[in-house]
């Protein structure tokens, strides 16, 4: 069972989440280049100038551990760079799991990614010209939960620990990628979780990504915000566990 961060994270975001799988799960936790403890001399930013490459980075951590049957947990942009590994090597994936996914965030002509055009190009000049106080500014609005405000300021903190240009480009990367053709072309059982309130991936968009998915499931969770593995990680954990006991009573191969 392998779990991918979302941007400006790493992988000490998935500590109340995945403990919960390991007695029945291989568990693989990683950074993505430029993130957490990675090597970040490995980043190059001409290759890392589109989710492909951190694709290919899944699929060489797949084959490189000889992983199979792997049920594959992405969060926010990792959910696409989960999609594309998956088409890349559909051999190697039992089941992806879409935490907060978004193939396109820019609204387009009858669909509603949640913001303008105007607005991304912005939010990336923003995040340009002061990274930290973009942080600052951005990263509790991202998490929601203003009740609970050491969340935000967690979330905060791994923003700033992010080295600021190689998370420009990763910004940009995600905000202006376009996935949406990806989706129905994936032949993975999918469960798609989306929060009930999220600023980031509204609900159109997970409907959106799961109507689009073949074999997919909906899951509209009762967590608010974009990041419910560490906002809800009880109920997070219980919908994942639901999706697995599923594959199981269906009689799929697990990985262990």
């Known amino acids: 069972m392998m779990f991918a961060h979302g941007f400006g994270c790493d992988q000490n975001m998935w500590r109340h ?13 990683f950074d993505h280049v430029g993130a957490g403890n990675s090597d970040s001399s490995a980043y190059d930013f001409d290759r890392y100038a589109s989710l492909s490459a951190y694709a290919e980075d899944i699929v060489r951590i797949v084959t490189e551990l000889d992983l199979h049957d792997v049920v594959f947990v992405g969060h926010s942009v990792s959910a696409m760079i989960g999609v594309l590994a998956e088409r890349m090597v559909p051999e190697r994936f039992a089941k992806l799991v879409l935490v907060g996914p978004s193939p396109r965030y ?29 942080s600052a500014a951005m990263a509790p609005t991202i998490m929601g939960n203003p009740d609970r405000p050491a969340l935000g300021q967690e979330l905060t903190e791994s ?4 080295d600021p240009d190689i998370a420009r480009a990763f910004a940009r990367v ?3 990628s376009d996935n ?22 509204p609900v159109a968009v997970g409907r959106f990504v799961a109507d689009r998915i073949p074999d997919s499931t909906f899951v509209l969770l009762d967590a608010t915000g974009h990041c419910p593995n560490l906002s809800a990680p009880e109920e997070t954990t219980a919908a994942l566990a639901a999706f697995v006991r599923a594959a199981e009573t269906e009689g799929a191969s697990i990985a262990r």
């Open 159 to 162: 923003f700033c620990r992010t």
């Open 17 to 29: 989440v995945a403990p919960a799988f390991e007695d029945d799960f291989r568990v693989v936790l």
């Open 180 to 201: 949406r053709a990806d989706l129905a072309l994936v032949r993975t059982p999918t469960l798609v979780l989306q929060c009930s309130n999220d600023v980031i991936a």
């Open 174 to 176: 995600t905000f202006l």
């Open 106 to 134: 820019i609204d387009d002509e009858g669909y509603v990614g949640g913001f303008a055009e105007q607005d991304i190009h912005e939010l990336l000049d923003s995040l340009d010209s002061n990274y930290l106080g973009w």
